[in-house]
């Protein structure tokens, strides 16, 4: 077995299809689709389109007979895509789950060593990877210390290791904070440049890639391709369809309904001097003052670890301040006798303060959407009736009307977090803490969001979010608080 | 960090093969548990303690990591004590309890043994890395690859669990059902932390394969796992104790099969 770099892949789709074991409707069909070695394709098109399915079948991870079904031919460097491993190396969203082993360089080696790649080679790509990657730490620096953007650098390090025909990126900087997005974005563009390999990118922020592509193909949701070209011709024929199917394209940047009423409404919450931390007897911010009013809207802005998060859950009367204290207000408290949030019953919390947290997935707790809503107002004890309709208004209003049956992990990334904000908003809290809101949302959930939002302020209530969107700060932020 | 992650050192100890540490510990554990008199623990537990000066531990790291062991000999030995079979001269005796000479001699062998085994084998342990364990498991032992490499790549998302528990337990308080009895919320919440684990098992499983695991090729090994000289030698001193101990206990007539 020889181990020389693979040449370009082209790739070829005809016919294609696929269909997941659980599913009627088929995630793919009938793609006729061809790219040459070499070229760099932005691929898009709405949520459901069978992008990252695509991509997995094209990376020859989309598991055998018993997970699916499939149609037509597709691909990879003249072969079948099914044994295109090693031809194709793929990079995910999430940085957490694809580290794969506790040190920086085993974890690049890794896939050399499943390719049967002899041992000086592997450490001579190794290195060879890591400075492409622009990664300059000890071979033995432990994985679990890097950063999103280090550890989305890490994963396309381990796949370039295997000096892949093709490489295969799906939504890489997704779960990023600006810089980090801004260090994969340059990474990738030093990789395409010096490797020459094939290159294909789902994401749904244009503007990070735009420059870095020569082609953009978008793919019909009912199968097919919907439009394909050169990225400027095709984003202004498109544009507006991609747009609002959710593509984020900044000359068609996503409509929201503005705020129309500036509150002068009470006071619901202060601190001053206020230290935070996570664990007992760790401060990891101090000297904070804050004060949230009704229908304000605060943001916490920051670098990655400067503690924003725990301020907010501080504040949200989840965590114990680590010293000073956060009070509440007769307007929030009511007819509780403490001030301080974090000395309430959980279910005091419910009409006063409802948080949404940065992961759903943490926050779920029924097997239906319609019970997941009526979990807090049930809590509440209120009649069914009042469940009733309060759990039918959050369904249409957020859109999740169609799924009430469906269990809330199977949903997609915006439908969760549409169902996160809905479940908080059904027990009516006069102060809401949001985290990440935004987080990897397409553009029309977002503008949904920020729309609803606005709505909120409107009806006076308080809003505290923690963010690293710009957009969303210029959107709905009446105060900024900035922690470093 | 916490009492479970390996330290690290420049002392020989932390090169030594873990797979010569695995069977080093094997072997003094298995000629102690073959009879249970105080001799042979003793013995054992003499020989042993010279060596800790060598275990690549400071006094400190020793003791914090061998809690457990501390805590347990004397409570085996106590509940031997009071509960063990009872012979010989009779001592005191309340409900069950009945201290005897039988049962003060069982006592004592109970409680060195815990140590005679239990010390070595965390000090073997605590230096083990887990990534040169799975190293030495699949290429010293061949081992099969899939199955090793799979549970190394896991055993790193018990730190994500950690993170995930504490958030599931504010988001249950942020719900309101945080005032619920804490039996029930703990059981409700670690089954949807083995909803969450699954779903990054899986993940992580499409970043191996991803990265050609599973397929076809024979694997090569970045890192050579070796054993040599070193690694016989550490062996060789866990088979000189386990011999000392039981020929301590065969000579003196301490002797005893525990099982028959």
Redesign the interface.
Known sequence: ?THDRQPPAAVSARGWGWRHASRKAWAVDGLDLDIEPGERVLLLGASGAGKSTLM?AL???IGGDDEGEQRGELRVAGRDATSA??IA??V?Q?P????????V??DV???????????DE??RR?AESLDAVGIDLPLDHP??ALSGGQKQRL?LA??LA?QPGLILLDEPTANLDPEGVAEVRDAVARVARTTGATLIVIEHRVEVWRDIVDRVVVLAPGGGVLADGEPDAVLRARGAELSASGVWIPEFPPLVTERRVSWAGERLMDATGLGIG?VRGTRIAGGIDIALDEGKATAIVGPNGAGKSTLA?TL?G??RPAEGAVSATQALAGQLKSTSPITW???D??TR???V?Q?P?????ASTVRDELA??PR??ELSDGDIDARVDALLERLRLDHLSLANP?TLSGGEKRRLSVA??LA?RPKMLVLDEPTFGQDSRTWSELVSLLAGLLDEGQSILAVTHDADFVAALADDEIRLS | MSILTPTKGAQTIYRINPVAKLATAFLLSLALILTIDWLSAATALVLESVLLAWAGLSVRQFFFRTIPVWIAAPTAGLTTLLYGQASGQSHFEFGLIHVTDGSISLAVATALRVLAIGLPAIVLFVTIDPTDLADGLAQVWHLPSRFVLGALAGLRLVGLFLDDWRSLELARRARGVGDRGRIRRILSQAFALLVLSIRRGSKLATAMEARGFGGDTERTWARESLFGWRELVLIGIGAVIAAAAIAAAVLFGTWNFIVG
């Open positions: 077995m997995h990376a020859g991870v491993r090693g190396g793929l995910l999430d957490d789950s694809q580290v794969i082993l506790a040190r360089g085993d080696a890794f896939g050399c060593e499943n390719l049967g790649v002899p041992r592997i450490w190794v994985t679990s994963a381990g796949v295997m996570r859950l949200a989840l965590l019953r959980s279910k919390l419910l303060i409802g948080t947290f992961d997935e943490h926050q779920f707790l979990v807090g809590a509440l992990f479940t908080v027990t």
